[in-house]
């Protein structure tokens, strides 16, 4: 014990902390979020995602053959499109705008891993992330199939993981069932597993124009208290063929990424929120936290809590300074 026991020795200087440093995010575990629109040289910034814009395909191409060479592991696209109905049509549509995305950015740099969100509700005009029923109220069974012709939509436009964020439950197993029908067994699905009904999914929702038209997610997305429902969450999707969960909003959420993480040998993503991202942003541009360093520490510990990927709206600036940070 002290004083023969002293922890500052191995603090003392920086080349000993980082000789015992436990854990580092490497660039490949990122995944940056991109909002797709139509058209062509389109670059529409969003007010509450400083650094992130919708794109059009063309301009997404580009961007993309940037991200690849920062040595980030993938990009995971979310469409964004005023072609709204009651059933979402145009989320599966051959042509739609995720599925122009996609196919440009394979064209572009065809190495670079594409996900593709498979949900609804920037496709629906009521804004609910499946169909809705008679009363209103979004039916479970009626939205699978409507799903599953999404994720082949995306699929076929050359996605390599489509990734369900709609909260439904056997969503995991009708994608898989559809995927394999169409000739895509070769198609991996990172499942929304513990998607919580999130405060932090505000300035996505700006920048996706999917907020819903009455109500709110609660009756399909997880309740924030519950850690159990989760884990259980985290098994029916793997026992439904998910190749990978997720953990969404993620440095909120630490204890449940690391529960996750002691239950499956699966892959765990963690995704590091609009929120969560505009909040150190906003703060920083107040001169009220450094940036780099609040980022990267918020980072670090959603990796030390147990993720292998990281998605996250900084993940241009995470990989360059982790590349500085290593030299
Ligand atoms: C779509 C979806 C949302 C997010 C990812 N997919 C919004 C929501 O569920 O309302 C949020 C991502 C973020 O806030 O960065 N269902």
Redesign the pocket.
Known sequence: MFPSVRHRRLRRTEGIRRLVREVALRPSQLVL?MFAVAGTHTREPVDALPGIARLSPDLMAQEARAVHEAGIGGVLI?GVTDQKDPVGTSAHASDGVVQAAVRAIKAEVPELVVIT?V?L??YTDHGH?GLLDAAGVVDNDLSLPVLARVAVSHAAAGADIVAP??MMDGRVGAIREGLDAAGYAGTAIMA?SA?YASA??????EA?G?APGHGD?RGY?MDPPNIREAIREVEQDEAEGADMVMV?PAATYLDVIQAVRGVTDLPVAA?H???E?AMIKAAAERGWLDERTAMMETLTAITRAGADIVIT?AAVDAAHWIREDSV
């Open positions: 979020p979310f969100d949900c509700c920037a992330c964020s709609d929304y998607k932090f999914y505000g300035p996505f929702r996706a999917s997610r997305q969404k995704y929120v609009s929120g991202f709206y």
